[in-house]
């Protein structure tokens, strides 16, 4: 019961902030089309991708910038090794909705792990 309430509340907090992130992506676009030239083809292919109906167009979309604010590397459509520091350097209001709905997405994807695991284990 807990766990699948946890799971709900994961999966509405995501969903919200994937909606509120939606015009910090676009001011990040712009400011990395700026810096670099173009965007990752991620952003660009996926650019109308939003993450309740296709939500791995939505990560290919986001991960120019969940990578380098995650895991301290380039995305894999980058193409500037440099991307890192410029994601990293970005304002906080700009970078940390991401953080925020990253860590949601996590919690969600362990409560359904844990739920799977209690169910098999009974």
């Known amino acids: ?3 699948s309430a946890a799971l709900i ?3 509405i907090v995501a969903a919200v902030l ?3 992130n939606k015009k ?4 990040i676009c712009t400011l ?4 670099f ?5 991620g952003a660009i292919i996926f650019d109308k991708a939003d993450s309740i109906g296709f939500s791995s167009g939505y990560a290919a979309k986001i991960n120019f ?9 380039s995305s894999v459509d980058s193409t500037d090794e440099d991307d890192v520091t410029f994601i990293r350097g970005l304002p906080p209001r700009l970078k940390n909705g991401f953080i925020v709905e990253y860590a949601f997405t996590v919690l969600g994807l362990l409560s359904i792990i844990i ?3 209690v169910r098999y284990f009974r």
């Open 32 to 35: 990395y089309k700026e810096k």
């Open 1 to 3: 019961m807990i766990n």
């Open 37 to 41: 030239g173009s965007l990752p083809a």
């Open 115 to 117: 739920a799977g695991s």
């Open 24 to 27: 910090r992506f676009s001011e």
């Open 65 to 73: 910038i969940v990578s380098p604010l995650i895991f301290g590397k």
């Open 18 to 20: 994937s909606f509120i």
């Open 9 to 11: 509340i994961c999966g």
